[in-house]
C-alpha cells in the first residue's frame, strides 16, 4: 500500500533501525555518569551532536536535543522571549507556521505579550520585506519556517535573516520540513527540527541556538543538555535521529531529482485529469516530494477515506478533516480553495508505478464522491426567471453551501446575484475561491440573523 504522507512522519530509515538496535546496547546507560558503561553512553552522544550540528551547520555546543521537535519551538520561543524581555515582549511570525509557533504566539498573548502576523502571498510565501516592516521596538524574536508543511512552498530565509540580523532581532527558523534535505543557509540565530520528519525515530528534536543569542530557559532546569532540555536523554533513539539524518543527506541529491519529478508529473496530471481543481503552493520554490491540490464540491474526510480504501495513504488540511471544523490556518492565510484539499508527500524509494497508479485511481474517486454529494457535473443554465435568489444552507457543512451555489448560479440572468446564507466558517473562503474558479464576482459578505450572507453575481 503505497505510504504518500511522508511530509507527516517518514518511514523509518534504514540507517536509523541500524542505529538504534546497536546502541541499544551500547547507550542505555547515564551519559553523565564516570564508570565505563556511562562514558560509553557519553561518546555515543557526543557522536550524535557533533553529526547533527554538522548537518544544522552549527557548533556542537550550539545544539541540544528536546523530546520533540514541537518540544523545541516552544522551548526556543519561550527561552529567546525570557531571554530578551528588556528589549520587549513582541513576536513576529508569519500566517503559515506550524501550530507549535501559532500555540506560542497565543501563550504569549494571554500572557500580556503581543504578537504580528506577517501574510503571505497566493503561494504561501512571505515578502522579506514585509517582516522588515513588521518589526518593532520591543520585538523581542521572530519566526520563520524554512518551508510549509501543508503546501510544500519554500520561504526566504536567508533574505529575512538577514532583514532580522540588520534590526537586532534573532530570527527562529522552524526548519522540520526541510532539514533532511539540505542545510538552512543565512544568519539564523535559533533553528528547530524533528527527526522522525527525515526518516528518525519519533520523539527526538533539535534545538540550536547560536552564540550571542540571549536565551533563558523557561520551567525547571537540570544539568543535561545544557540546562535547555530537562530529562535523561533518550541516547538509542537521538543516535539513530544523527545517523538517519547523515544518511538522507548524503542521498538527498538523487531523491530531489526523482521524486521532483514525479511530485511535476502529479502537478500536471491533477490539473488535467481532475475537472476543478487547483494546484496550491509554488511550483518551483517548494519542497521536492510535496503537492498539495484542492477539488471543488469534495468532502476533504471523504475523499480521504476512499483513497485509503483504494490503497494510498495520503493527508488534507481540508476543514472537513481537522478536529475542530474549521480550515486550515494556511490555506485560509493563502486565500485559496480549502475543501477538498489533498497533500501528497513522497517518501524516499516512490515509484514511478505508483504514482501512475494514484493518477489512475484519483479521478474516478473524486467523481464518485460527487456524484454522492449531488454536486453538478457540468454548467447547466435554466431560464433565468429571477434577479436574485437566497440559498439557506444553515447548519451545513463544506462542500455542501458551494455546491447549491453551483446547482442554482444559472437560475438568474447575467447581472443577477445569489445571496448564500451559511455558517460554515470554510464559505468565507470556498465561495469566493469558487467564484474565482468559475469566473463570477464575489460581491462579499454581509451580516445575517445566523451565520453570514455571502453575495455572488453571475457574470458568465
Not at 520587549?88 to 506550524?98: D, M, P, T
Not at 536523554?233 to 538517519?244: G, L, M, Y
Not at 479521478?363 to 453538478?376: C, F, H, S
Not at 447548519?395 to 446547482?407: D, H, N
Request: hydrophobic fraction near 45%; include cysteine; charged fraction near 20%.
Amino acid at each position: 500500500m503505497p505510504y504518500f504522507d511522508a511530509a507527516s512522519s517518514a518511514p523509518l530509515h534504514p540507517v536509523a533501525r541500524q542505529a538504534l538496535l546497536a546502541s541499544l546496547d551500547e547507550g542505555w546507560a547515564d551519559p553523565a555518569r564516570l564508570y565505563r558503561e556511562g562514558r560509553r553512553a557519553a561518546l555515543l552522544l557526543d557522536a550524535a551532536r557533533e553529526a547533527a550540528a554538522e548537518a544544522v551547520g552549527c557548533r556542537p555546543d550550539e545544539l541540544v536535543f528536546t523530546s520533540s521537535g514541537t518540544r523545541a519551538v516552544h522551548s526556543a520561543i519561550s527561552g529567546a522571549l525570557s531571554g530578551r524581555r528588556r528589549v520587549g515582549r513582541h513576536l513576529v511570525l508569519s500566517a503559515v507556521e506550524h501550530s507549535s509557533v501559532i500555540h506560542s504566539a497565543a501563550a504569549l498573548e494571554a500572557a500580556g505579550g503581543s504578537f504580528t502576523e506577517v501574510p503571505v502571498d497566493r503561494s504561501g510565501a512571505v515578502a522579506p520585506g514585509a517582516y522588515g516592516r513588521a518589526l518593532r521596538p520591543d520585538t523581542a524574536l521572530a519566526a520563520l519556517q524554512s518551508a510549509n508543511h501543508e503546501v510544500g512552498t519554500e520561504q526566504p530565509v536567508e533574505e529575512t535573516a538577514e532583514i532580522c540580523a540588520d534590526a537586532g532581532v534573532p530570527l527562529l527558523v522552524d526548519a522540520a520540513q526541510s532539514l533532511g534535505w539540505g542545510p538552512v543557509p543565512g544568519r539564523w540565530s535559533l533553528l528547530a527540527a524533528s527527526a522522525h520528519k527525515w526518516g528518525g525515530p519519533a520523539g527526538v528534536g533539535l534545538l540550536a541556538v547560536r552564540k550571542g543569542v540571549r536565551f533563558a530557559p523557561q520551567g525547571p532546569v537540570d544539568e543535561r543538555e545544557s540546562g535547555r532540555a530537562a530529562g535523561f536523554e533518550n541516547i538509542p533513539a537521538i543516535v539513530a535521529a544523527a545517523a538517519s539524518l547523515r544518511a538522507v543527506r548524503a542521498e538527498a541529491a538523487a531523491q530531489d531529482a526523482r521524486l521532483r519529478a514525479l511530485v511535476d508529473r502529479v502537478r500536471t496530471a491533477v490539473a488535467g485529469l481532475v475537472p476543478d481543481v487547483e494546484v496550491v503552493g509554488d511550483p518551483v520554490r517548494r519542497l521536492p516530494h510535496l503537492v498539495t491540490f484542492s477539488c471543488l464540491y469534495v468532502d476533504g474526510e471523504t475523499l480521504l477515506h476512499e483513497l485509503d480504501r483504494a490503497g494510498f495513504s495520503v493527508s488534507s488540511g481540508s476543514s472537513c478533516t481537522s478536529s475542530t471544523l474549521t480550515p486550515s490556518h494556511v490555506l485560509k492565510a493563502m486565500g485559496v480553495l480549502t475543501e477538498g484539499n489533498i497533500r501528497v508527500s513522497l517518501p524516499a524509494g516512490t515509484t514511478e508505478e505508483e504514482v501512475e497508479r494514484f493518477l489512475g485511481v484519483l479521478p474516478g474517486v473524486v467523481a464518485e464522491v460527487r456524484e454522492r454529494l449531488g454536486a453538478p457535473v457540468a454548467a447547466t443554465p435554466s431560464p433565468a426567471s429571477r434577479e436574485s435568489l437566497v440559498v439557506d444552507a444553515l447548519g451545513r457543512r463544506c462542500p455542501i453551501p458551494v455546491i447549491e451555489l453551483a446547482k442554482v448560479i444559472g437560475e438568474v440572468p447575467v447581472g443577477g446575484t445569489v445571496t448564500v446564507l451559511a455558517d460554515d466558517e470554510a464559505a468565507r473562503l470556498d465561495i469566493p475561491a469558487w467564484c474565482a474558479m468559475r469566473e463570477q464576482e464575489y460581491v462579499g459578505e454581509e451580516p445575517a440573523d445566523r451565520g453570514s450572507a455571502y453575495v455572488v453575481r453571475r457574470l458568465l
